[in-house]
């Protein structure tokens, strides 16, 4: 199995930016489609951006597109999100997450990393 550590949150001010990262450690990254989920209080977790195993595939949520930019750098085990012209509707705790190619399901979790947009 994968471990996974995101990074990069915090608190920032409307219209800003921050970038999160996530370190895949344990078996071979390019093997794993990954993507960033959130979660904000009360609300269900949602799937914000998502990344094929060859760097090349991408699909966002609408409300983010053009905004937030996922990418994957095979050498350092690492995806990221680029998270641009923040929103206060952007707050959540934000989760990294790996499924592996032949999984119908994404079995591998952060422990998540919080983000806080102030108006």
């Not at 979660?39 to 053009?66: C, H, M, W």
Request: charged share 20%; proline share 3%; net charge positive.
């Amino acid at each position: 199995q994968v471990q996974l550590v995101e990074s990069g949150g915090g608190l920032v001010q409307a219209g800003g930016s921050l970038r999160l990262s996530c370190v895949a450690s344990g078996r071979t990254f390019s093997n794993y489609y990954m993507a960033w989920f959130r979660q904000a209080p009360g609300k269900e977790r949602e799937l914000v951006a998502f990344i094929g195993r060859n760097g090349v595939n991408t699909v966002y949520k609408d409300s983010v597109k053009g905004r937030f930019t996922i990418s994957r750098d095979s050498a350092k085990n690492t995806v990221y999100l680029q998270m641009n012209s923040l929103k206060p509707e952007d707050t959540a705790v934000y989760y990294c997450a790996g499924r592996y190619y032949s999984d119908g399901e994404y079995r591998y979790w952060g422990p998540g990393t919080q983000v806080t947009v102030s108006s």
